[in-house]
């Protein structure tokens, strides 16, 4: 079975400056996609950036940047230039491919932005 | 906006009442999706549709009804609920069957179980 894990209820971060939120996942797979998403408090759940297990390469979305780790099962987020509107809620979730297509959430880290 | 649309946006209701929520999306997609968000705890799978048909059921009691009678639509009925039901329930859609779509999820519907 998949887990994930985030070890960070809350974080904070000053506005401009940068914030790295962590996650770790377990799973059996050896192909497999893993997911940030966020959370604002208008509740709608947004992708932030997506990264196939197979690509060594780390995925970047303008000023959100993931570090992939596969041996360590480390997918962590850095938030770059850190603006007021990224306060939220951050879920990471792992996808394994094939069947029903199932994400498996961590229990989320609330980003404060402060001005 | 993200292509999926829910209503109400909130629901509150009696033990005893029956209710629905309903899910519609815009986006093409094939597979569609129940989560329930509760305070503290990772959003929990209640059920997966792919193409209209119901491919998982996350041992969800049998108070929570699901319906999908097309891709674009999804319906979770509600009937003599508990308290503990109270959550945020949300619905999500992805183009199923690649194992690597993104799920696009609703705004969803906030809960109260009086």
């Known amino acids: 079975a998949q887990t994930v894990t985030q070890s960070q209820p809350e974080m904070s971060v000053q506005e401009a400056e940068t914030v790295t939120l962590s996650c770790t996942y377990d799973?059996?797979?050896?192909?497999?996609?893993l997911f940030w998403y966020k959370q604002p408090p208008s509740r709608q759940m947004i992708l932030v950036i997506r990264?196939?297990?197979?690509?060594?390469q780390n995925a970047t979305e303008n000023r959100f940047s993931v570090n992939f780790q596969k041996a360590a099962k480390s997918f962590s987020l850095k938030i770059s230039d850190s603006q007021l509107g990224d306060a939220a809620m951050y879920f990471c979730?792992?996808?394994?491919?094939?069947?029903?297509?199932?994400?498996?959430f961590g229990k989320g880290t609330k980003l404060t932005v402060n001005p | 906006e993200t292509g999926v649309t829910q209503t109400p946006r909130h629901l509150v209701m009696g033990m005893t009442n029956k209710k629905s929520l309903k899910c519609e999306q815009h986006?093409?997609?094939?597979?569609m999706y129940w989560y329930k968000q509760s305070a503290k705890k990772p959003l929990e799978l209640m059920f997966v549709?792919?193409?209209?048909?119901?491919?998982e059921n996350n041992s969800v009691p049998s108070r929570f009804s699901p319906e999908c009678p097309n891709s674009s639509h999804l319906f979770l009925h509600l009937h003599t609920l508990q308290p503990e039901d109270s959550a945020l329930y949300l619905c999500?859609?992805?183009?199923?069957?690649?194992?690597?779509?993104?799920?696009?999820f609703g705004p969803g519907t906030r809960l109260t179980v009086t």
């Open positions: 799973t059996s797979e050896s192909d497999y996609y």
């Open positions: 979730a792992s996808l394994t491919q094939g069947g029903s297509e199932k994400l498996v």
């Open positions: 999500a859609s992805s183009q199923g069957g690649t194992g690597k779509a993104e799920q696009y």
């Open positions: 549709y792919n193409f209209k048909e119901q491919t």
């Open positions: 990264q196939e297990a197979y690509k060594q």
């Open positions: 986006l093409g997609h094939n597979a």
